[in-house]
Every structure is written in structure tokens, then in C-alpha cells.
């Protein structure tokens, strides 16, 4: 068989792993395949570091554009990320009929539609299954595995910097900011972990799914998402009194003619199968009508995990070329012409319930003026603790509601806050119960 000859773009941490598998595993994976694998060039700023690879002489080069102008190259591998020249240099790729492997998820998320569009019209692939929760095979899982099944909902833990310094709080019972410092440290999360902690990154991931899952055209704008840099470890350990843990939960679920897909630190019942993801690691729920719940979890981030999810799409897209059937599958896993735009609700019209954390005056008739207001916008308490006094006087005041419409929540919330005797703006987390219980 002719060898396909690759182009890497990049040849940081990811770009390096995946040098390191086609070049170390080569014998492993042609076994496998039957598909020699030849790495043409491997484009970086930085071509004299010490990778720890065995390069041949000369495949280092600084012109990515040169990748593009090879007409040799089959398949283009961009691993720099960004959202300005990764999306020329993709787009250029597909011009000139190149298959394209990526794992840039911000690229993806608000500019997808029109890549996978110019792709489908070029017929040529993009594979994308690093670009969501690193090494868990869960592009395939939706676009192949699962392709006879309505998918209802998908709920996950996307970001492995979230939910280790969220298990960081909750188990060593450090502080937000110490458990970010200790992420940082240890290499998780970026000098500035903006993206991760206010959960664009899971956002990122979520669009794709979502997309994917229904068939449909996303506004990534239009996407719900609050991070969590305001959880604190009072909340995490009231939470874990009612029999709860704080995970940062990516969303999305079908409601027929409209979906919800919304981010946002989520409290789950511990025995819930997502309670038990700890520190780095990623996963997700995917509830479809013919298999009802499945399960995946793996490592989201982190140099082999990555290159091995970028492996698999260089390996089915080689397969293609073997048998000339490129773009055998749709790349949003629909028929282009098939691919619906769908609104999703707002988050003020979503149905849920809630936690609620009041700081008032330790008064007779805080409590009814409180739970009165809720009343009034029907709000339904399930249950009621109040906890020790503080010595200025207050008193936390927890809640569990029954379900209730978020926009109600809100309007009740400026009520209460207004109220004389309360000290604190209150405190809102989504509950979510009913997925995967095991
Ligand atoms: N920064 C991400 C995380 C990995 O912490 O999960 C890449 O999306």
C-alpha cells in the first residue's frame, strides 16, 4: 500500500505526542492497518528543541504554509489551535483537497458550521475526535456507534481543571484559590485559566456535541455558561450534608423542538455515577432511546491521551484514502441537507431545582418573609435547614426546591435580596437527579 504522508502543524505537547506514536508505535499501528504512515513535514516557530523523537533529518520545518502547498501532503494535522491562523490554514488545506484532523475546539464550536460546510462541499474529511474530552472515543461514539439511536440528553464532566480543583475543595477542603494555584502547578490548567474555569472549554465541547447529537446548526453564543469561581467550600460541604457533590456539568438535552444546553456548576447526588469522576479525569452520559444510559470516562487533556484520539482520526481517515471514500461519513453526522437549526431555551425558561443559600438576620419571621416570597413565584421548598449563627448575628439558611422555572428563581432572588434583614446576595446552584444512577 502507498504510504500516506502527513503534515504536522505544531509541535507542542500534542504535536509531540503524536510524532511519538506514529514514529515509536509505526510497526504496532502498521499491523494493524496495513497503512504505512509517513510523517512529511512537522511544522513549528521552534524547530531545534529536544522532543525526546527520533525526527527524520529535515521533516522540522517553521512555514506551516508549506505543509499546505505540498501537493504531496494527504492529510493535514493542525494542532496549534487559535482561531485566527488555524482557520486559514484549515480552510486553505481544504481548498486544495486535503483531509484534515484537528483538535481546536474553540475553531470548531463558533466557526464548525462554516468549515464542515466548504469540507462537505470539497468532499473531503475533517476529524475532530481530540477536540473533545481528549481520549474518550466520543466523536465516534455519536457519529458511528450510536447512529440509529435519538440521542435524548448528554450530560459531562469536560474539564479536567474544573473538576480537580472542585475535588481539591471538596476532599483536601482547600480554598478556590488554592486548589487553582496547586492546577496550575501541576500543569492542568493555564497561567490564565480563564477558559477553563468560567467553563468556556466545556462550552467549547458542548457546542460540538450538541451539533452533533441532534443534527443541528449551534450559536455557540447561545449557550449558558457560568464557571466555577464562586463555589465555595461552604456551599461544597452543605451540599455533601444533603447527600450532594459540586461537579461543573456540561448539559444538553433534547426537548423535540428545542434543546437546553447550558454549563454551570451542578450539584448530583453522590451514587450518581458522574460523583464518582475525580480529579483530571473527564466523562459523559449519554442517554440515546434504543441503549437508554451509557457511560464513558477517560482522561480529557494531557499529551498521549490527545495524540492517541488524534491517531484514531488520522488512522479512519487513511482508511478512507485506502478505499477511496473520503467523506463516508458526514462530518456533522447528518446528511448536510438534513441539518436543522433548533433554539435553544434560555436559561431563565429552564425547569430544574435548586439549592439556595440565604444570609439573613437570625429573626422571628425571616424565615416565612423568605419562604413566602419563594411562595408567591411558586417556588415549592422540599426541604429547610438552618445552620449555626454567626457571631455578627446571621444565619445561613439552606434550601432544596422542587422543581421551579429559573426566571421565576430569579425574580424571587431580587426580592429577598432587597429584604432589610438578608446580609448576603443569595446563593444559586442547578441540581440535577435524574441520569445514570447506578
Ligand atoms: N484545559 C482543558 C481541561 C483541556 O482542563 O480539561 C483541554 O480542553
Not at 439556595?356 to 416565612?368: E, H, I, K, M, W
Request: hydrophobic share 40%; proline share 4%.
Amino acid at each position: 500500500m502507498k504510504p500516506v504522508k502527513l503534515g504536522l502543524i505544531g509541535c507542542g505537547t500534542v504535536g509531540t505526542g503524536v510524532a511519538r506514536l506514529l514514529i515509536n508505535n509505526r510497526h504496532l499501528i502498521e499491523q494493524r492497518t496495513g497503512i504505512p504512515l509517513h510523517i512529511k513535514f512537522i511544522a513549528d516557530l521552534d524547530t531545534k528543541k529536544d522532543r525526546g523523537v527520533a525526527f527524520e533529518p529535515g521533516i522540522l520545518i517553521s512555514n506551516a504554509w508549506q505543509i499546505i502547498d505540498d501537493p504531496e501532503i494527504d492529510i493535514v494535522i493542525e494542532m496549534i489551535g487559535g482561531e485566527t491562523l488555524a482557520n486559514d490554514l484549515i480552510k486553505a488545506a481544504i481548498e486544495k483537497g486535503k483531509h484534515i484532523v484537528t483538535a481546536n475546539k474553540a475553531l470548531l464550536a463558533k466557526h464548525g458550521n462554516q468549515l464542515f460546510k466548504t469540507a462537505a462541499c470539497k468532499g473531503v474529511d475533517l476529524a475532530y475526535e481530540a477536540s473533545v474530552c481528549g481520549c474518550i472515543p466520543i466523536i465516534k461514539t455519536l457519529r458511528e456507534t450510536l447512529v440509529s439511536n435519538q440521542i435524548n440528553s448528554m450530560t459531562g464532566i469536560f474539564n479536567g481543571t474544573c473538576n480537580y480543583i472542585l475535588t481539591q475543595i471538596t476532599e483536601a477542603q482547600i480554598s478556590f484559590k488554592d486548589a487553582l494555584k496547586q492546577a496550575q502547578a501541576q500543569g492542568y490548567a493555564e497561567a490564565d485559566p480563564t477558559l477553563d474555569v468560567e467553563g468556556f472549554d466545556a462550552a467549547h465541547k458542548l457546542a460540538i456535541l450538541t451539533s452533533l447529537a441532534y443534527g443541528m446548526h449551534i450559536n455557540f453564543d447561545d449557550i449558558y455558561i457560568e464557571g466555577i469561581s464562586k463555589i465555595t467550600p461552604f456551599d461544597i460541604k452543605l451540599a455533601a450534608e444533603f447527600g450532594y457533590c459540586i461537579k461543573l456539568l456540561a448539559i444538553s438535552k433534547n426537548l423535540g423542538d428545542r434543546i437546553e444546553a447550558r454549563v454551570h456548576p451542578t450539584m448530583i447526588p453522590y451514587g450518581n455515577i458522574l460523583s464518582n469522576v475525580r480529579g483530571t479525569l473527564n466523562a459523559i452520559n449519554i442517554n440515546g432511546h434504543a441503549v437508554d444510559n451509557l457511560f464513558l470516562s477517560g482522561h480529557g487533556a494531557g499529551m498521549m491521551p490527545t495524540a492517541s484520539a488524534i491517531l484514531s482520526d488520522i488512522v479512519d481517515l487513511s482508511r478512507n484514502l485506502q478505499h477511496h471514500a473520503a467523506a463516508r461519513i458526514p462530518l456533522m453526522g447528518c446528511q448536510p441537507p438534513d441539518i436543522q437549526t433548533m433554539p435553544i431555551l434560555p436559561i431563565t425558561d429552564i425547569l430544574t431545582r435548586y439549592y439556595f443559600r440565604f444570609t439573613a438576620l437570625d429573626n422571628p419571621g425571616v424565615l416565612s418573609s423568605i419562604a413566602g416570597i419563594l411562595g408567591k413565584y411558586e417556588i415549592s421548598i422540599q426541604s429547610v435547614h438552618q445552620k449555626g449563627r454567626k457571631t455578627d448575628g446571621s444565619v445561613p439558611i439552606v434550601m432544596m426546591s422542587h422543581s421551579a422555572k429559573e426566571s421565576y428563581v430569579r425574580k424571587a432572588f431580587e426580592e429577598i435580596d432587597s429584604l432589610e434583614v438578608v446580609e448576603e446576595p443569595p446563593v444559586l446552584i442547578r441540581i440535577e437527579d435524574g441520569f445514570a444512577q447506578d
